[in-house]
């Protein structure tokens, strides 16, 4: 099993950044896909960014451009680089991993496990 656990949620204006946290603890294998996902209130749940263990990324074009996923993989972390934030961007943002060499379909389909998410608020 494997735990993730989210960090560097908060509030901020639209137009300004944020950097999400994930760090994995327990059972990791070298091929991986790992990314983020939001869920707004009142709405379903969305990929946002993915990544896999030979560091292709995939983005939502809403967010292309402005979000940046990346991996530091001698410290088991995710990181999700947020600029230019806007208030839809509001939501709990979550971080899912699963042991596949490939993210593809991750982003509609999901991940197989997930940490407890972080807040992100953005004020207009």
């Known amino acids: 099993q494997v735990q993730l656990v989210e960090s560097g949620g908060g509030s901020v204006q639209a137009g300004g950044s944020l950097r999400l946290s994930c760090a994995a603890f327990?059972?990791?294998?070298?091929?991986?896909?790992m990314g983020w996902f939001r869920q707004a209130p009142g709405k379903e749940r969305e990929g946002v960014a993915v990544i896999d263990s030979d560091g292709s990324t995939s983005y939502a074009d809403s967010v292309k451009g402005r979000f940046t996923i990346s991996q530091d993989k001698a410290k088991n972390t995710l990181y999700l680089q947020m600029s230019s934030l806007k208030p839809e961007d509001t939501g709990m943002y979550y971080c899912?991993?699963?042991?596949?060499?490939?993210?593809?379909?991750?982003?509609?389909?999901?991940?197989?496990?997930w940490g407890k998410g972080t807040l992100v608020t953005i004020s207009s």
């Open positions: 327990g059972n990791t294998y070298s091929s991986y896909c």
């Open positions: 899912a991993a699963a042991w596949l060499t490939y993210c593809n379909g991750a982003l509609t389909d999901g991940l197989d496990y």
